[in-house]
């Protein structure tokens, strides 16, 4: 695009368009020899994104030592022609690898050329730095071959140490032989016959029988987590049932204390959801310690079909097929690792089940205990209202004692001024009087009260 139109690209263009031509492969023309490593800086740097930084950190010292500038702290590909050997590095999410290649000549037998590995020219100290992160360390041969030759990896033992050979033709040119074993030097092995590949599709072919044992090794790392879940998902399991259990057992317990209005019916419910609450804690933090690293076994595995896929095998007779070797020898492990997975949200499910149900019942057991505390303060309501009736009864009787005597004492004034009254008389004529008249103002007063 010329500069004129350069102004219309989304910020995201560019990055996103180059991300498909990120991880190139190699330009390979057989006989080349091969040191692959995949270096896994640890799962809490992988999930942490630190890995970046540390894989970028050891690149810039193996770069360091040969005077040459390494990528910039933001890279995820590199690729450098070192003289003695051509270097190509990728960081991934977890790991970062390195692929070191080197052409060897055409006469050099198939053990020799294992023995001459580009390896040799990586310092030592540089080396000795990847103490305990090293996840995977490959020696390869691609080896020219002619269209009339057919001598089989197998015939030579002092290639491959194990008993078991894999190998198989792939993409119509090339075969691939390996054991999937780490030899005696610590380095697992793999031949690749070339019997007329481009340089091109050399490359490709190499790239993906080493994401094959990449990726292979990275979906293993899961097996670990699944082995050691599986005894704390049965002692969690264990107490599940008896908490379940008892949660049966104490059902008549609970019915009975409920209807004594005795307290023990709660502190029942409560003993138990706290320790329903601590399994479900317990498996949470299973489930947060495992989830991650079961999702990356799962991915690799995919990735591992994939390659193989890509490679478009073809049987040789006799020996079995890479596909075949996955399928008995990498599906189980993995299945484990998806049985574990799957168990552990059951059994997830199942304790937030158990907690919903034993939060229900106590929430039952409050609202029956707050009934009866209801009902109780009804009872004395009842007996307030009609203790205060039997007051207003008194309270009449007591003013119109009062009031009357005010009025004697009035008809006793009137009488000594002259007037023809007799003050005991009238006063109890007027007593009726008074009484019905503080009935009806306390009859009305009590209406306003309560707004009738």
């Known amino acids: 695009m010329s500069t004129g139109y350069s102004g219309l690209n989304h910020a995201l263009r560019e990055p996103l368009a180059a991300e498909a031509h990120s991880r190139p492969s190699m330009r390979l023309q057989a006989p080349e020899s091969l040191t692959h490593l995949a270096v896994y800086a640890g799962e809490d740097a992988g999930t942490s994104g630190r890995n970046a930084a540390a894989q970028h950190a050891l690149l810039v010292s193996l770069c360091g030592h040969f005077g040459v500038a390494g990528p910039a702290a933001n890279a995820r590909h590199f690729f450098h022609d070192f003289g003695h050997f051509r270097l190509k590095w990728e960081c991934h999410t977890e790991f970062a690898t390195y692929t070191f290649a080197k052409k060897i ?239 552990q949200e059951a059994l997830a499910a199942r304790i937030a089940h158990t907690n919903d149900l034993l939060r229900t019942r106590v929430g039952i057991v409050q609202e029956q205990q707050n009934r009866k505390i209801l009902q109780s303060l009804n009872r004395r309501a009842e007996q307030q209202l009609r203790l205060q009736q039997a007051v207003e009864g008194l309270s009449v009787v007591a003013i119109t004692y009062y009031l009357a005597g005010l009025l004697n004492y009035l008809g006793k004034a009137a009488k000594t001024a002259g007037w023809p009254i007799t003050p005991d008389l009238a006063t109890g004529f007027l007593v009726p009087a008074i009484a019905a008249g503080v009935w009806l103002g306390l009859c009305r007063m009590r209406r306003k009260l309560h707004g009738t």
């Not at 050329?113 to 490959?138: D, N, R």
């Open 105 to 343: 000549d055409h006469s050099l037998p198939m053990v020799a050329a294992f023995q001459q590995m580009p390896i040799a020219y990586v310092p030592k100290k540089w080396l000795a730095s990847l103490q305990g992160k090293t996840m995977v360390a490959a020696h390869m041969v691609l080896a020219s071959m002619a269209s009339s030759q057919n001598v089989a990896v197998f015939e030579t033992p002092d290639v491959f140490e194990g008993m078991l050979l894999v190998g198989s033709q792939v993409v119509q040119g090339a075969q691939v032989w390996t054991d999937f074993l780490i030899q005696s030097d610590g380095f697992s092995r793999f031949v690749v016959q070339d019997f007329g590949l481009r340089e091109q599709e050399a490359g490709l072919l190499v790239q993906r029988v080493l994401e094959i044992e990449t990726y292979r090794m990275m979906a293993l790392l899961g097996l670990p987590h699944a082995q050691r879940a599986i005894p704390a998902l049965n002692a969690i399991e264990g107490e599940l049932a008896q908490l379940t259990a008892a949660m049966v057992d104490t059902d008549a317990a609970i019915a009975d204390a409920i209807a004594c209005s005795l307290p023990d019916s709660a502190d029942v419910e409560q003993s138990l959801l706290r320790q329903i609450t601590g399994l479900a804690a317990r498996m949470e933090k299973l489930s947060l310690n495992n989830s991650y690293r079961f999702s990356a076994s799962q991915a690799y595995v995919r990735l591992v079909h994939a390659r193989i896929e890509e490679m478009r095998e073809a049987r040789i007779d006799g020996v079995p097929t890479v596909a075949e070797f996955m399928d008995r020898r990498l599906a189980p492990a993995m299945n484990t690792c998806a049985s574990t997975a799957q168990r």
